[in-house]
């Protein structure tokens, strides 16, 4: 049996202090005031190690998902029928395709880039992902960003 992801939303005062740092750490990235990793994780005071341990795994809860635009990366098996369920989930949900993108595959295996619309009137998101995570064929899916 697949092990499916679980979302937890917790208070601040609630989650550890590296995991703070961690996502402290990812905005100076992103918002492009520190060019490495380095210096990202020197500057919050963590290590290098405990940052790509968690980098992947923490993101900061915006309470206004609905109504906004996730894109997320799916890495799925190479067969016939499967990008379409995962269509048929997001469309069941209500959420809208803004874009899709999925790459030649290698070894049976593809990488799916999609960017959806959740409306204001959509079933929980959360619930979607997990959907969509535990179909067969489907290896993981990761945010890559909220709007």
Do not use: C, W
Not at 43 to 50: D, H, K, N, P, Q
Not at 82 to 88: H, R, V, W, Y
């Amino acid at each position: 049996m697949p092990e499916t992801t679980k979302y937890y939303v917790l208070k601040e005062k609630a989650v550890p202090d590296v995991l703070l740092r961690v996502v402290e750490a990812k905005r100076l990235l992103e918002s492009g005031r520190v060019a490495s990793v380095q210096e990202a994780t020197e500057r919050v005071e963590i290590s290098r190690s405990s940052f790509y341990k968690y980098k992947e795994d923490i993101f900061p809860f915006h309470d206004n998902a609905k109504g906004r635009t996730i894109t997320m990366i799916i890495q799925l098996d190479d067969e016939p029928g499967l990008l379409s369920e995962i269509l048929k989930t997001i469309a069941q949900s209500g959420a809208n395709i803004l874009t899709i993108h999925q790459s030649i595959p290698v070894n049976g295996i593809a990488s799916l880039t999609l960017s959806v619309e959740i409306p204001q009137d959509a079933t929980d998101s959360t619930d979607m992902m997990d959907r969509i995570e535990s179909q067969d064929g489907v290896h993981y899916l990761k945010i890559l960003a909220r709007e």
